[in-house]
C-alpha cells in the first residue's frame, strides 16, 4: 500500500476522533439555524482531501462546496471573522490529524502542502461568495430602508396638508380681525408686533404646503428687478432685524432682472434671511447679514446670504437640505428642504459653507432678461 492509500486509511479509520476534536474547539451559536450542517461540511471537506491526495480537484468541486457553506452561514447571521476561524481551526486540526498517522513528516511534507492549498482555494471561494451575499442583502435593506422613509415622507406630507387646512381657516379670520383693529385704532400697542408674528406664522404654514404637495399650482413666471426684491423683503423683516439688533449690509446689483416665481423666490430668500436670525441671535454683539449678487459669465446670477454667527458642524452641512432634519428645538426640518425644491425647479442650485468666521448660503440662478454688459461688482465684503 503506498502512501497516500495509507494516510487515507487512517483517515477514514479515526475520522470520529477528528471530528470530536475539531467540533469542541469550534466556535458555534445555539442560535445558528444550519448548525446541525456544520459536522456534514467538516465530513465534506476531508472527502475533498482525500480526494485531492488521488487527484488535482477542479475548481468547480471546490466552489461548489464553499458557495454551499457560505450561504448557510450567510443564513444563519454568523460574523465573517467566525466563519474564517471555524475554517483555519478544521485545517489545523485536520494538519495535526494527518501528522499522528506514523508517516514521516518528509513523507507528509507534500500532503500538507496539498491541505493547505485546498482550504485557502474553499476560504477564498466562501469569503467571496459570503461578500457577494452579504453586499446583496445591504442593497436590498437600503432599497427598503428608502422606500419605507419615501411612505413616511407621503404620511408625513398628507398628515401636515391635513392640519395646514385645519389650521389656516381660524389663522385667516384671526389676521383679518387685527387688520380690522389696525385700521380703527393705528396706535393701538403692540397691535404691528401681533400681526408681524401671525403672518411668520402663516409663512411656516405655506411651508408644510410646499412640502406636502406633490406639485403647486403653477403660475406665470415674471420679469423683476433683483434689488426690489430685497427691498420688500427686508422691509417686511424690518422689526425682526430690530429686535435681535442685527444690521444688514444689501450690495445687489440694480441691474440685475431674473424671469421667475417672484413668490417663491421671495419664500427662499425670506427663509435664508430668518434662519440667519435665528443663528445671530447666538451672538452678544456685532451681529451682521451681508447680501451680495454678482452676474458669472454672462449666465448665472450669483446670489449671497451671509452672517457672522456660529459654524454650522461639517457633519451637518451635507445633511442641512435634508427634509425634517434641523438643529433647532422647536424647528420644522422642513424650511431649507422646501428652499432646495423651489431653487432647483428654476433650474437653478442652492449651496451652504461655514466656518467659525462666516456661514454663507450661495443661490445659483439661470440668468434671463439680463443686460449683462453692463459691469459687474466683484468686491467681495468682509464681516
Given at each position: ?235 417686511f423683516m424690518y422689526p425682526s432685524l ?36 435665528d443663528a445671530l441671535r447666538q451672538m ?29 458642524p461639517p457633519e451637518t452641512i451635507s ?65
Amino acid at each position: 500500500m503506498d502512501i497516500t492509500e495509507s494516510l487515507i486509511t487512517y483517515m477514514d479509520d479515526n475520522l470520529p476522533t477528528y471530528l470530536h476534536d475539531w467540533h469542541q474547539r469550534i466556535v458555534i451559536s445555539n442560535h445558528d439555524v444550519h448548525k446541525e450542517k456544520v459536522i456534514d461540511n467538516a465530513l465534506h471537506m476531508v472527502e475533498l482531501v482525500k480526494q485531492s491526495l488521488r487527484r488535482k480537484l477542479s475548481p468547480e468541486e471546490i466552489m461548489r462546496l464553499a458557495h454551499e457553506v457560505a450561504v448557510q452561514r450567510l443564513e444563519a447571521k454568523i460574523n465573517i471573522g467566525e466563519f474564517v476561524y471555524n475554517v483555519n481551526l478544521g485545517r489545523s486540526e485536520i494538519v495535526r490529524f494527518v501528522t499522528g498517522s506514523g508517516i514521516s513528516i518528509e513523507q507528509l511534507q507534500p500532503v500538507i502542502e496539498t491541505i493547505n492549498s485546498l482550504f485557502d482555494e474553499f476560504l477564498y471561494h466562501a469569503v467571496k461568495k459570503y461578500t457577494q451575499l452579504k453586499d446583496i442583502e445591504i442593497e436590498e435593506k437600503t432599497v427598503f430602508i428608502d422606500q419605507s422613509h419615501k411612505e413616511r415622507l407621503t404620511i408625513l406630507g398628507q398628515m401636515s396638508s391635513s392640519f395646514v387646512h385645519e389650521f389656516r381657516n381660524p389663522l385667516t379670520a384671526v389676521m383679518g380681525f387685527v387688520k380690522l383693529m389696525q385700521q380703527e385704532d393705528p396706535n393701538m400697542k403692540y397691535i404691528d408686533i401681533i400681526s408681524h408674528e401671525l403672518t411668520q406664522l402663516n409663512f411656516r404654514i405655506s411651508q408644510f404646503l410646499h412640502a406636502s404637495r406633490k406639485g403647486v399650482q403653477e403660475r406665470e413666471a415674471e420679469d423683476f428687478a433683483l434689488e426690489d426684491l430685497f427691498t420688500d423683503i427686508l422691509d417686511f423683516m424690518y422689526p425682526s432685524l430690530v429686535d435681535a439688533d442685527v444690521t444688514v449690509i444689501p450690495r445687489i446689483d440694480p441691474t440685475i432682472t431674473l424671469r421667475a416665481h417672484k413668490d417663491e423666490l421671495k419664500q427662499v430668500l425670506l427663509n435664508l434671511i430668518m434662519n440667519s436670525i435665528d443663528a445671530l441671535r447666538q451672538m452678544r454683539q456685532n451681529r451682521r447679514i451681508m447680501i451680495f449678487s454678482k452676474i458669472e459669465n454672462n449666465d448665472n446670477v450669483h446670489i449671497t446670504i451671509s452672517n457672522n454667527g456660529p459654524a454650522i458642524p461639517p457633519e451637518t452641512i451635507s445633511t442641512i437640505f435634508e427634509p425634517f432634519f434641523t438643529t433647532k428645538e422647536l424647528g420644522t426640518g422642513i424650511g431649507l428642504f422646501v428652499c432646495k425644491k423651489i431653487i432647483e425647479k428654476h433650474n437653478g442650485s442652492i449651496s451652504c459653507s461655514s466656518d467659525d468666521n462666516i456661514t454663507t448660503f450661495t443661490i445659483v440662478l439661470p440668468l434671463q432678461g439680463t443686460d449683462t454688459t453692463l459691469a459687474e461688482e466683484n468686491s467681495q465684503i468682509e464681516i
